[in-house]
T-cell receptor, first 116, second 112 residues
Protein backbone atom coordinates (compact mmCIF):
# COMPACT_ATOMS: atom_id res chain seq x y z
CA UNK A 1 0.00 0.00 0.00
CA UNK A 2 1.63 3.25 -1.10
CA UNK A 3 -0.95 5.65 0.35
CA UNK A 4 -0.57 8.14 3.19
CA UNK A 5 -0.18 6.48 6.58
CA UNK A 6 -0.57 7.94 10.05
CA UNK A 7 0.41 6.64 13.44
CA UNK A 8 -1.11 6.16 15.92
CA UNK A 9 -4.70 5.82 14.75
CA UNK A 10 -6.04 6.62 18.20
CA UNK A 11 -4.52 8.42 21.16
CA UNK A 12 -6.09 8.99 24.57
CA UNK A 13 -4.18 11.27 26.89
CA UNK A 14 -4.68 13.27 30.03
CA UNK A 15 -4.85 17.02 29.99
CA UNK A 16 -1.41 18.57 30.27
CA UNK A 17 0.45 15.70 28.61
CA UNK A 18 2.41 16.01 25.37
CA UNK A 19 1.52 13.94 22.33
CA UNK A 20 3.25 13.36 19.00
CA UNK A 21 1.73 12.07 15.78
CA UNK A 22 3.52 10.80 12.70
CA UNK A 23 2.58 11.00 9.03
CA UNK A 24 4.24 9.14 6.18
CA UNK A 25 3.21 10.69 2.85
CA UNK A 26 3.16 9.17 -0.61
CA UNK A 27 6.85 8.95 -1.42
CA UNK A 28 7.04 11.16 -4.49
CA UNK A 29 4.85 13.91 -3.03
CA UNK A 30 6.66 17.13 -2.20
CA UNK A 31 3.85 18.76 -0.24
CA UNK A 32 2.57 17.60 3.13
CA UNK A 33 -0.39 19.15 4.96
CA UNK A 34 -1.81 18.82 8.45
CA UNK A 35 -5.50 19.38 9.16
CA UNK A 36 -7.74 19.16 12.17
CA UNK A 37 -11.32 17.96 11.97
CA UNK A 38 -13.94 18.21 14.69
CA UNK A 39 -17.38 16.66 14.72
CA UNK A 40 -19.72 18.06 12.10
CA UNK A 41 -17.03 20.13 10.43
CA UNK A 42 -14.77 19.75 7.46
CA UNK A 43 -11.00 19.53 7.78
CA UNK A 44 -9.37 22.80 8.87
CA UNK A 45 -5.94 23.67 7.56
CA UNK A 46 -3.17 23.77 10.18
CA UNK A 47 0.11 23.90 8.26
CA UNK A 48 1.93 22.66 5.20
CA UNK A 49 5.44 21.73 4.12
CA UNK A 50 7.11 22.01 0.75
CA UNK A 51 9.77 19.32 1.05
CA UNK A 52 11.34 20.05 4.47
CA UNK A 53 10.33 23.72 4.65
CA UNK A 54 7.27 24.72 6.65
CA UNK A 55 5.80 27.47 4.50
CA UNK A 56 2.52 28.39 6.12
CA UNK A 57 0.84 28.02 9.50
CA UNK A 58 -2.77 28.69 10.39
CA UNK A 59 -3.78 30.89 13.29
CA UNK A 60 -5.30 27.69 14.68
CA UNK A 61 -1.78 26.44 15.29
CA UNK A 62 -1.04 27.87 18.72
CA UNK A 63 2.40 27.94 20.33
CA UNK A 64 1.66 24.55 21.87
CA UNK A 65 1.67 22.98 18.40
CA UNK A 66 4.81 22.26 16.44
CA UNK A 67 5.32 20.36 13.22
CA UNK A 68 8.44 19.12 11.52
CA UNK A 69 9.39 17.38 8.33
CA UNK A 70 13.13 16.94 8.89
CA UNK A 71 14.20 15.22 5.67
CA UNK A 72 11.31 16.13 3.45
CA UNK A 73 9.77 12.71 3.94
CA UNK A 74 7.73 11.85 7.05
CA UNK A 75 6.35 14.56 9.33
CA UNK A 76 5.54 14.82 13.01
CA UNK A 77 2.96 16.98 14.75
CA UNK A 78 3.51 17.57 18.46
CA UNK A 79 1.00 19.08 20.86
CA UNK A 80 2.38 20.18 24.18
CA UNK A 81 0.33 20.59 27.37
CA UNK A 82 -2.78 19.18 25.73
CA UNK A 83 -6.16 20.71 26.50
CA UNK A 84 -9.61 19.19 26.16
CA UNK A 85 -10.26 21.49 23.21
CA UNK A 86 -7.48 19.72 21.33
CA UNK A 87 -9.65 16.61 21.06
CA UNK A 88 -10.19 16.11 17.35
CA UNK A 89 -9.19 14.03 14.34
CA UNK A 90 -5.78 15.09 13.02
CA UNK A 91 -5.43 14.43 9.33
CA UNK A 92 -2.35 14.42 7.17
CA UNK A 93 -2.43 14.78 3.41
CA UNK A 94 0.20 14.78 0.70
CA UNK A 95 0.30 16.26 -2.75
CA UNK A 96 2.70 16.57 -5.65
CA UNK A 97 2.85 20.14 -6.95
CA UNK A 98 4.93 21.10 -9.97
CA UNK A 99 5.82 19.76 -13.37
CA UNK A 100 3.50 19.28 -16.29
CA UNK A 101 0.85 17.49 -14.28
CA UNK A 102 -0.13 18.18 -10.73
CA UNK A 103 -1.51 15.30 -8.75
CA UNK A 104 -4.29 15.83 -6.26
CA UNK A 105 -4.20 15.85 -2.48
CA UNK A 106 -4.52 12.47 -0.76
CA UNK A 107 -5.39 11.97 2.89
CA UNK A 108 -4.26 9.50 5.48
CA UNK A 109 -6.69 7.73 7.83
CA UNK A 110 -6.17 10.27 10.60
CA UNK A 111 -5.22 10.15 14.27
CA UNK A 112 -8.15 10.48 16.66
CA UNK A 113 -7.01 12.38 19.78
CA UNK A 114 -9.05 12.32 22.97
CA UNK A 115 -7.91 14.54 25.83
CA UNK A 116 -9.44 13.58 29.18
CA UNK B 1 -14.73 33.20 7.79
CA UNK B 2 -15.99 30.14 6.01
CA UNK B 3 -14.95 30.46 2.40
CA UNK B 4 -16.51 27.18 1.31
CA UNK B 5 -20.04 26.32 2.36
CA UNK B 6 -22.21 23.26 2.08
CA UNK B 7 -25.62 24.35 3.23
CA UNK B 8 -27.27 20.94 3.24
CA UNK B 9 -26.05 18.83 6.16
CA UNK B 10 -27.86 15.77 4.82
CA UNK B 11 -29.48 14.33 1.72
CA UNK B 12 -31.53 11.19 1.27
CA UNK B 13 -31.98 9.60 -2.17
CA UNK B 14 -33.48 6.41 -3.49
CA UNK B 15 -31.13 3.89 -5.09
CA UNK B 16 -30.90 4.39 -8.85
CA UNK B 17 -31.89 8.06 -8.72
CA UNK B 18 -29.64 11.08 -9.06
CA UNK B 19 -27.88 12.60 -6.05
CA UNK B 20 -27.00 16.29 -6.32
CA UNK B 21 -24.70 17.77 -3.72
CA UNK B 22 -24.11 21.51 -3.70
CA UNK B 23 -21.29 23.75 -2.61
CA UNK B 24 -20.83 27.53 -2.62
CA UNK B 25 -17.66 29.54 -2.23
CA UNK B 26 -16.85 33.18 -1.67
CA UNK B 27 -13.24 33.58 -2.79
CA UNK B 28 -12.99 34.46 -6.48
CA UNK B 29 -9.29 33.53 -6.40
CA UNK B 30 -10.09 29.85 -5.99
CA UNK B 31 -8.78 27.99 -8.99
CA UNK B 32 -9.15 24.33 -8.20
CA UNK B 33 -12.05 22.45 -6.66
CA UNK B 34 -12.35 18.94 -5.33
CA UNK B 35 -14.89 16.55 -3.89
CA UNK B 36 -14.00 14.04 -1.22
CA UNK B 37 -15.98 11.17 0.22
CA UNK B 38 -15.55 10.16 3.83
CA UNK B 39 -16.61 7.04 5.68
CA UNK B 40 -16.62 6.97 9.50
CA UNK B 41 -13.19 6.44 11.11
CA UNK B 42 -11.40 6.96 7.79
CA UNK B 43 -9.70 9.90 6.14
CA UNK B 44 -11.37 11.65 3.21
CA UNK B 45 -10.99 9.84 -0.11
CA UNK B 46 -10.50 11.89 -3.26
CA UNK B 47 -13.41 11.57 -5.67
CA UNK B 48 -13.18 14.10 -8.49
CA UNK B 49 -11.74 17.54 -9.18
CA UNK B 50 -12.18 20.44 -11.58
CA UNK B 51 -10.06 23.43 -12.43
CA UNK B 52 -11.54 26.86 -13.01
CA UNK B 53 -10.86 26.72 -16.74
CA UNK B 54 -13.54 24.05 -17.08
CA UNK B 55 -17.21 23.99 -16.23
CA UNK B 56 -17.69 20.24 -16.16
CA UNK B 57 -15.68 17.15 -15.39
CA UNK B 58 -16.98 13.63 -15.56
CA UNK B 59 -15.67 10.37 -14.16
CA UNK B 60 -17.97 7.41 -14.46
CA UNK B 61 -21.08 7.97 -12.35
CA UNK B 62 -19.67 11.22 -10.93
CA UNK B 63 -19.86 14.61 -12.61
CA UNK B 64 -18.79 17.92 -11.12
CA UNK B 65 -20.21 21.17 -12.49
CA UNK B 66 -18.64 24.56 -11.85
CA UNK B 67 -20.48 27.86 -12.24
CA UNK B 68 -17.84 30.53 -11.67
CA UNK B 69 -20.18 33.49 -12.01
CA UNK B 70 -22.39 32.08 -9.26
CA UNK B 71 -19.40 30.74 -7.27
CA UNK B 72 -21.17 27.43 -7.10
CA UNK B 73 -20.23 23.85 -7.76
CA UNK B 74 -22.23 20.67 -7.61
CA UNK B 75 -21.56 16.96 -7.65
CA UNK B 76 -23.96 14.69 -9.49
CA UNK B 77 -24.00 10.96 -8.83
CA UNK B 78 -25.97 8.94 -11.35
CA UNK B 79 -27.21 6.34 -10.63
CA UNK B 80 -26.86 6.49 -6.86
CA UNK B 81 -25.94 3.27 -5.09
CA UNK B 82 -26.19 2.30 -1.40
CA UNK B 83 -22.37 2.16 -1.27
CA UNK B 84 -22.33 5.89 -2.03
CA UNK B 85 -23.73 6.57 1.43
CA UNK B 86 -21.05 8.68 3.14
CA UNK B 87 -20.20 12.26 4.01
CA UNK B 88 -19.15 14.34 1.01
CA UNK B 89 -16.88 17.34 1.36
CA UNK B 90 -16.15 19.95 -1.24
CA UNK B 91 -12.83 21.76 -1.09
CA UNK B 92 -11.18 24.64 -2.92
CA UNK B 93 -7.72 26.04 -3.40
CA UNK B 94 -6.01 28.91 -5.14
CA UNK B 95 -3.71 28.09 -8.05
CA UNK B 96 -0.68 27.60 -5.78
CA UNK B 97 -2.33 24.81 -3.70
CA UNK B 98 -0.94 26.37 -0.53
CA UNK B 99 -4.17 25.83 1.37
CA UNK B 100 -7.30 23.85 0.83
CA UNK B 101 -10.56 25.12 2.30
CA UNK B 102 -13.25 22.59 3.07
CA UNK B 103 -16.99 22.80 3.47
CA UNK B 104 -18.69 21.26 6.49
CA UNK B 105 -19.91 18.25 4.54
CA UNK B 106 -23.17 16.72 3.36
CA UNK B 107 -24.18 13.31 4.63
CA UNK B 108 -25.65 11.32 1.76
CA UNK B 109 -27.91 8.38 2.46
CA UNK B 110 -28.84 6.22 -0.50
CA UNK B 111 -31.78 4.01 0.35
CA UNK B 112 -32.07 0.56 -1.25
Amino acid sequence: DTGVSQDPRHKITKRGQNVTFRCDPISEHNRLYWYRQTLGQGPEFLTYFQNEAQLEKSRLLSDRFSAERPKGSFSTLEIQRTEQGDSAMYLCASHFVGGPSTDTQYFGPGTRLTVL
Amino acid sequence: DQQVKQNSPSLSVQEGRISILNCDYTNSMFDYFLWYKKYPAEGPTFLISISSIKDKNEDGRFTVFLNKSAKHLSLHIVPSQPGDSAVYFCAASEYNFNKFYFGSGTKLNVKP
